[in-house]
């Protein structure tokens, strides 16, 4: 299957990308992913943690979802990355658009089986989705890691698609006396809330401390 899926970009070919280190950043800066697959001639598409160990893509779930079932069973899948990066505020709604990078990598998952590299995938997952946490977590119990199925998917067969720069506007719309341009948009981390159940005085760990 996966040397069927179609990465050639039809519409807007100069935003595509092949370069292999910016589908391993755009996979770095992100948490979630989408992964679709087809069961019965229906199509999913279905939120997922995302985390990168070199060339290939680490994703995880619970033994008895039907979603890590599915996709442990080599079903063939698309998962997809977003980053929206800004609003184009164009002088007309036809060009106004949105600057982006997105991924889109097609294959089929497998089960990483192996106890050491298991529980290694899934530190890793845990110190890409909650950086500095590892370090302070107690070890994952047998039961803990035989609930939890971690699987992997290379990155081989991928698509990028960038979107950058300011309004591309016709040139009979460049006089319109309208403000022109982008607005940048980003993921904050916001002020860390302590659980209602946190042991008293329990200072925040430095890795939640916001650096600006
Ligand atoms: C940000 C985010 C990250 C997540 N990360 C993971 C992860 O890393 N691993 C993981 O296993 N799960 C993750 N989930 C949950 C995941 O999206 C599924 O809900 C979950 O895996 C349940 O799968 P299932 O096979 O048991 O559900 P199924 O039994 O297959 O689901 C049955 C039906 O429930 C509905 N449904 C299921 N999930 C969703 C959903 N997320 N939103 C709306 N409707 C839904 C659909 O209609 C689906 O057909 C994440 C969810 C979010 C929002």
Known sequence: MTAKADTRLRRIPDKGSKDEQLARDIIDEARICHV?????????????AIARDGDRILLHGSVVSRLITNLAGGLPCCVTVTHL???VYARSAFNSSMNYRSLMVFGSAEIIADPE????????LVEHLLP?????LRKSTRKELNATTLLSLPL??????????????TKSDVDTPIWAGVVPLK??????????????????????????
């Open 156 to 169: 081989a067969t991928f698509s990028i698609k960038v979107g950058e720069g300011p309004p591309d506007d």
């Open 85 to 87: 990066d800004g609003l």
């Open 132 to 136: 500095g946490r590892l370090s302070e």
């Open 36 to 48: 679709g697959f087809t069961v019965d001639e229906q199509p999913y598409v279905v939120p997922m």
């Open 117 to 124: 590299e298991k529980e290694r995938g899934l530190d890793i």
């Open 187 to 212: 993921m904050q981390q916001g002020e860390p809330q302590a659980a209602p159940d946190m042991v008293s005085g329990t200072p925040l760990p430095a890795y939640l401390r916001k650096s600006d």
